[in-house]
């Protein structure tokens, strides 16, 4: 059984920095994709940043050049680091890998992690 914890949200004053953590367990050797997501209060889920086997990274505009997302292998651990941080980057946090599967892609997300950027 997959499994996703996230770690390292909090909080931060503005400009300040975060780096979020995500160890996954169980078999993701068919992972295709593995990415971050937030969710604002009143918002729809949004993507932040993706990592594909390739490996490419892509950023959501809103994060770019602020925000790197990485992988150790070693650790099962895939990261997110934030820097300058806004009031509008407050959100939960979650953490997804999408494995490849016969049945086509399958969704695997973390509990969340909460980030608050605030003075």
């Known amino acids: 059984q997959v499994q996703l914890v996230e770690s390292g949200g909090g909080l931060v004053q503005p400009g300040g920095s975060l780096r979020l953590s995500c160890t996954t367990s169980g078999n993701i050797f068919s992972w295709v994709v593995m990415g971050w997501y937030r969710q604002a209060p009143g918002k729809q889920r949004e993507l932040v940043a993706t990592?594909?086997?390739?490996?490419?990274?892509s950023y959501a505009d809103s994060v770019k050049g602020r925000s790197t997302i990485s992988r150790d292998i070693a650790k099962n651990t895939l990261y997110l680091q934030m820097n300058s941080l806004k009031p509008e980057d407050t959100a939960v946090y979650y953490c997804n890998v999408k494995l490849l599967s016969g049945r086509g892609l399958l969704d695997y997300w973390g509990q969340g992690t909460q980030v608050t950027v605030s003075s």
């Open positions: 990592l594909n086997n390739g490996p490419v990274t």
